[in-house]
């Protein structure tokens, strides 16, 4: 059957079920004239794919092609939603949390550096240099056992120890 042929019936088709078609649409996404947008998107959809290639079972193929554009639709939009803000007014601006912390959180914060400190006092010069690169200059344990001339394994334990002992004077758990 060539092109003119299929896209003939689908047309007769399409002209038969438009409004069956926009029945349907409409009932998924709550909107007559979105509904009849995304009829006529289906039409040149379905006449792409007649081009492209032949489609045995026209009917079954026009509304599940509705059906999947109904869904990308509703998908998109959830999806916006979710990423939007909408503010209704100057009161609920000021609701939202601001990123900056409170004056109770800086002062947990410098209690827990003060203890950090003390307790990289305490540990080993190596471990305390190991525990510095590693975490304040985001050197990986590799460079570290270059820079040091140790063992990438010597690395790898004294900064668990390390990190251990930080983690028991914070007051966490290790996971």
Same mark, same amino acid.
């Given at each position: 059957?060539?092109?003119?042929?299929?896209?003939?019936?689908?047309?007769?088709?399409?002209?038969?079920?438009?409004?069956?078609?926009?029945?349907?649409? /409409?009932r998924?996404?709550? #909107?007559?004239?979105?509904?009849?947008?995304?009829?006529?998107?289906?039409?040149?959809?379905?006449?792409?794919?007649? !081009?492209?290639?032949?489609?045995? !079972?026209?009917?079954?193929?026009?509304?599940?092609?509705?059906?999947?554009?109904?869904?990308?639709?509703?998908?998109? @939009?959830? /999806?916006?939603?979710?990423?939007? #803000?909408?503010?209704?007014?100057?009161?609920?601006?000021?609701?939202?949390?601001?990123?900056?912390?409170?004056?109770?959180?800086?002062?947990?914060?410098?209690?827990?550096?003060?203890?950090?400190?003390?307790?990289?006092?305490?540990?080993?010069?190596?471990q305390?240099?190991?525990?510095?690169?590693?975490?304040? @200059?985001?050197? /990986?344990?590799?460079?570290?056992?270059?820079?040091?001339?140790?063992?990438?394994?010597?690395?790898?334990?004294?900064l668990?120890?390390?990190?251990?002992? #930080?983690i028991?004077?914070?007051?966490?758990?290790?996971?």
């Amino acid at each position: 059957m060539d092109t003119g042929d299929n896209q003939h019936k689908l047309s007769t088709l399409f002209i038969g079920q438009r409004g069956a078609l926009i029945r349907m649409l /409409s009932r998924v996404v709550g #909107c007559a004239s979105l509904a009849e947008d995304l009829a006529q998107e289906t039409y040149l959809r379905v006449a792409k794919a007649l !081009h492209a290639r032949p489609i045995e !079972h026209l009917r079954p193929f026009l509304y599940q092609t509705a059906q999947y554009l109904a869904f990308d639709h509703l998908r998109s @939009q959830r /999806s916006k939603r979710r990423f939007e #803000c909408q503010l209704g007014d100057d009161n609920q601006a000021s609701e939202v949390a601001t990123p900056a912390p409170g004056p109770e959180t800086q002062a947990q914060d410098q209690q827990q550096l003060q203890r950090f400190g003390q307790v990289l006092a305490t540990l080993p010069k190596r471990q305390q240099q190991i525990l510095v690169l590693h975490k304040l @200059q985001g050197l /990986s344990q590799g460079e570290i056992a270059q820079r040091l001339q140790v063992s990438l394994s010597t690395v790898e334990k004294d900064l668990r120890t390390a990190l251990n002992a #930080c983690i028991k004077a914070t007051d966490r758990q290790i996971p």
